[in-house]
């Protein structure tokens, strides 16, 4: 994530690495306040962080900027800087990471929570809310976000079988058997994965015009996630605000004989373009934002937009046979279940097991998916309710803009307003929203000025 272009940035990382053992005892701090005020995470996940820190450790990433300097440095620089970064990476780095594990290991983990639910924390059900509220700029109660998850999964079931109907399946159940062990659609490697990914973004960015008016070029690098994090899920990384720095779309690709392609195309839409990479990028280049509201993320924003622009390559011609739209629906499914299973876990003392039974019958993921989701609701209250909600209201504007504006209605205008003002809190992307169908009323109304000629 960080610019290596001159002298100064190393220096900066330099700098960076020596606050590393800090920023540790800090958190250890942190930890031992947590554990005497009764709020303690989850044992069983904290018992996974020793390993996690050896697989860094092992890994030693920190002296990749070693390995290739810009030509704008000076051999003498390169030796200089290579000596700092080995010996703060070797002397302080290292050690804080073997320094925390051991006292995850010893002294914090064996303090963890057996239960798996905010509620069983002091005043739990008030913190949940207050999750909620965090992740998804909503006051819906947990009994609302349950309700409304069972009747998405419910409603994009009745889209699947519809698709299973249209392929020639008796049912989903045969048409989901049918796909989950189809050849095409299980990975024969890793690069397999990637390679998938890169696919699809390729595909996308040509027909982007179609979508929007105005935005800027992105350069977007499409990569593993390293060998020494397998539980970490696919995810995206910003580029610098410099443009230097390209952003990555980083792939989940552990334990790919079980994995499946279907949803890739989706997925890459979400994280890549026209999703993350192309909301960050926007962001990073709008003028006149105050500095502190380009580094906020309003999760039910980011992600809603995310989960919201998976579906706008349907609308430009991909997704058309039964099975890639299979791919995308299941997607969006997923995103249905986590408020069923978070809100269970949270709210109702949902077991873990209890929680991977649900997923496991929804039929929304494969099973490494599966158990690393589970897992993140657990670890992220709430969090993953910020998906749904966000596409939801997304779509709500959208809907509203289409019936009031009528044929006066550009859906590439409505996407630049809805990026063009930064990550926003739902209901002020509401307002917004609303301020642009009256001025595109307004000036409808406007009659037209007498054209003259020259």
């Known amino acids: 994530m960080l610019p290596f272009h001159s002298v100064k940035d190393y220096e900066a990382y330099i700098t960076q690495l020596h606050e590393m053992p800090l920023a540790f005892d800090q958190t250890v701090e942190v930890l031992k306040q947590g554990e ?10 904290l018992e996974q962080i020793p390993a996690q820190c ?19 440095i000076s051999a003498a620089d ?16 290292l ?22 639910g905010m509620s069983s924390l002091p005043d739990g059900a008030r913190r949940y809310q207050n999750a909620i509220h965090e992740e998804t700029k909503t006051n819906m109660t947990p009994a609302e976000i349950h309700a409304l998850g069972l009747r998405e999964v419910a409603r994009i079931n009745r889209l699947l079988t519809d698709l299973a109907h249209r392929a020639g399946y008796p049912d989903l159940k045969s048409f989901r058997i049918a796909i989950n062990t189809d050849p095409r659609y299980i990975p024969t490697s890793a690069d397999q994965i990637v390679e998938d990914f890169r696919h699809y973004v390729n595909q996308m960015e040509p027909r982007l015009p179609e979508l929007f008016l105005d935005y800027p070029k992105t350069k977007l690098v499409v990569e593993a996630i390293p ?20 952003g990555r779309v980083v792939v989940a690709t552990s334990n790919y004989a079980h994995r499946r392609l279907i949803s890739d195309e989706a997925q890459a839409y979400h994280e890549g373009i026209p999703g993350h990479e192309f909301q960050v990028t926007i962001e990073q280049h709008l003028k006149g934002l105050p500095a502190f509201r380009s580094q906020i993320r309003n999760n039910a924003y980011i992600e809603g937009w995310a989960v919201y622009a998976e579906a706008l390559g349907k609308e430009i011609g991909f997704f058309q046979d039964p099975a890639s739209d299979y791919g995308r629906l ?22 873990r097991d209890e929680a991977v039974t649900y997923f496991r019958e929804s039929g929304a993921a494969d099973e490494p998916t599966i158990q690393a989701e589970v897992d993140r609701y657990i670890a992220l209250p709430a969090q993953g309710l910020s998906y749904k909600i966000g596409q939801l209201k997304i779509l709500e504007l ?17 996407h630049d307003e809805i990026l063009s003002a930064g990550s926003l809190p739902m209901d002020m992307l509401d307002a917004r929203i609303h301020g642009w169908i009256r001025s595109e009323q307004a000036a409808g109304e406007k009659p037209r000025q007498p054209q003259t000629g020259g």
Not at 58 to 72: Q, Y
Request: aromatic share 8%; proline share 7%.
């Open 78 to 93: 390169q030796k200089r800087l290579t000596d700092a970064i080995v010996t703060a990476t070797n002397s302080e780095v």
């Open 398 to 414: 959208r809907s509203r803009a289409q019936q009031e504006l009528g044929p006066r209605f550009d859906i590439r205008e409505f």
């Open 227 to 246: 060998a020494s994090q397998p539980q970490m899920g696919t995810h995206h990384v910003d580029g610098s605000t410099d443009g230097c720095t390209p």
């Open 54 to 72: 050896q697989g860094i450790i092992t890994e030693d990433p920190f002296l990749l900027p070693t390995t290739k300097f810009p030509s704008s």
């Open 95 to 116: 050690p804080a990471y073997k320094r925390f594990a051991a006292f995850v290991a010893n002294d914090y983990a064996p303090h963890g929570r057996t239960t798996i």
């Open 330 to 351: 299941n997607l969006e499914l997923l995103r249905a279940v986590r408020l069923v299973v978070d809100t269970g876990i949270h709210a109702d003392g949902w077991t």
């Open 36 to 45: 005497k005020d009764g709020l303690m995470p989850v044992r069983f996940l």
